[in-house]
């Protein structure tokens, strides 16, 4: 399977580990990317908040971009926001013609065009849907049995476009979850909002909303994120909450590929695991659980 | 699910509270958007409230509510309108509004999301640090870089984050956003 990749802004910065995470774990599952020439912000929430126009136009020309080097191919997106903006231009060029003879106006300089013949999938969707847990389970080199994962999906993969799975219930990321061998963090927060910008720009308010779900992450070792907004969010302030809250509320927060890179045994190096600001006490030690292949020879041995 | 029939706006109307008025005409006040909206908590008027105030064309009023820039873009109401009314669009619509207004109660939105589009106009892509350099200047405070110093240090020392000094870009969208200011104000 051959996908155009879009990494976005974050995945270039503050959320580097998302992208080496996702590129070597695709590679292991067998899964072939090449980097979208060229590509362009997609214009996060600041380009809705300011210009509608400017909020298409931006990943409109990414997705023009992926239609004239390859027509047909999807483009895979990790990050949650530009996966929406991306999807929200796909879904106004082919069901709103006069938007798309406006996008194509910005476009026209560049020589670009877009038609929307080209798919915008999230990572997750591609992991869930084009791979599936199987995927995990025939690959499987370390089992992560004891550990406990609270999956959090967050907004913009899922709402307002439900395409992979029910917006108001997820759980997609179960069976791949289960397929490295730990168990699943039952709780209610895993859709519910991180407060996004809030944090820089109404930050009482974000701290609010992700000290809820911190809360409700009580009894995980660890929430698995698919987005770098709310991975940044939910681990970068757990000491204020605490402080705030009087209750420690540390908990380790991974990207999703980086808890199944682990369990597919990559080195921790290629998975960017020293570059994530929330790892708990000891939480590193439990995922460092032996590979089986060792456990095996040591069997043997014995 | 999403709805197949939306209320249609024209582009030209997107910016006039007419055009948010032709988004919510349907609204039958149930309240279902303020019960799901995860910022209801910290706003002064729920957005129930606020849609009655857009229908009613209370403009001035509108804009001195916390509600929309309070909006975090969770999709929430959107997906759960037993109308199907486009109402994160709606709030993004009175957020364009406030930022082509230069309505002061939101400064600090407006200027992060301006320092934001400045940084992709320059490289064609956000530079974070460029970024957060930009908004302190433009929020002339000196003391809010301090807030934001233990998470910076923390990115900077993991290699995160570049320089945060404003550069000169090859500026690759000029074109682009040169066209979206002509439609825009010209449609």
Redesign the interface.
């Known amino acids: 399977m051959k996908y155009f990749y879009y990494p976005g ?2 995945l ?5 580990e998302y992208s080496l995470a996702t590129t070597a774990l695709l590679a292991a599952l067998g899964g072939e990317i090449e980097e979208l020439p ?4 997609c ?13 298409l ?2 990943p409109a ?1 990414n997705l023009a971009i992926a239609e004239k080097a390859a027509p047909g191919q999807d483009i895979l997106v990790p990050c949650s926001a530009c996966y929406l903006n991306m999807r929200r231009a796909w879904d106004k060029v082919r069901h709103d013609p ?2 798309r003879r ?1 996008i194509n ?6 020589g670009l065009a877009v038609s929307g013949s080209t798919q915008v999938r999230h990572l997750l969707d591609v992991l869930c849907l084009d791979f599936g847990a199987d995927a995990v389970v025939t690959r499987l080199q370390r089992s992560l049995a004891g550990l406990v994962v609270a999956p959090y999906y967050g ?2 993969c899922l ?4 395409v992979f799975d029910d ?2 219930a997820p759980s997609c990321m179960e069976p791949l979850i289960q397929a490295t061998g730990a168990k699943v963090h039952p709780w209610s927060m895993s859709a ?2 991180c ?4 944090m ?6 974000g701290l ?2 992700v000290g809820e779900i911190l809360d409700d992450a009580k009894g995980a070792d660890v929430i698995v994120t698919v987005c770098p907004m709310c991975q940044m969010n939910l681990e ?1 302030h757990q000491k204020k909450i605490s402080r705030q809250r009087g209750k420690d509320l540390s908990i380790s927060i991974l990207y999703l590929p980086q808890l199944l890179g682990m369990a597919l045994g990559l080195p921790e190096k290629d998975l960017g695991l020293d ?1 994530n ?1 929330g790892i708990a006490p000891g939480f590193m030690e439990k995922l460092r659980s032996p590979l089986i292949t060792q456990q095996a020879n040591k069997a043997d041995a014995a | 699910m999403i709805p197949k029939e939306r209320p249609f706006v024209a582009p030209d109307k997107y910016h006039e509270l007419e055009g948010v008025q032709k988004m919510l005409a349907a609204c039958i006040q149930c309240g279902t958007c303020s019960g799901s909206c995860p910022n209801a908590f910290a706003m002064d008027v729920t957005p129930r409230t606020l849609w009655r105030m857009v229908l009613r064309g209370e403009k001035e009023a509108i804009f001195e509510t916390r509600t929309f820039i309070l909006c975090s873009s969770c999709y929430s109401c959107t997906l759960r309108c037993p109308r199907g009314l486009p109402l994160t669009d709606a709030m993004s619509a009175l957020k364009q509004m406030a930022f082509r207004e230069g309505r002061a109660p939101y400064k600090a939105s407006t200027r992060f999301y301006k320092s934001f589009l400045d940084s992709v106009r320059r490289h064609g892509r956000v530079r974070e640090g460029e970024m957060m350099t930009l908004y302190f200047l433009s929020m002339k405070n000196p003391l809010l870089p301090l807030q934001f110093a233990p998470l910076g240090i923390q990115l900077m020392l993991k290699g995160k984050v570049g320089a945060p000094f404003p550069t000169r870009g090859k500026r690759p969208l000029e074109s682009l956003f040169n066209k979206v200011m002509q439609l825009e104000n010209n449609p």
């Open positions: 802004c974050s270039e910065g503050t959320a580097r060229d590509w362009n912000c214009g996060a929430t600041a380009a809705e908040s300011c210009s509608r126009l400017l909020s136009a931006l020309r006069a938007t406006q106006q910005t476009l026209e300089e560049e907004c913009q709402r307002p476009y439900p917006p108001e519910m909002c407060g996004a910008s809030h820089t720009t109404k930050k009482e308010v609010a909303l970068a570059l600001l």
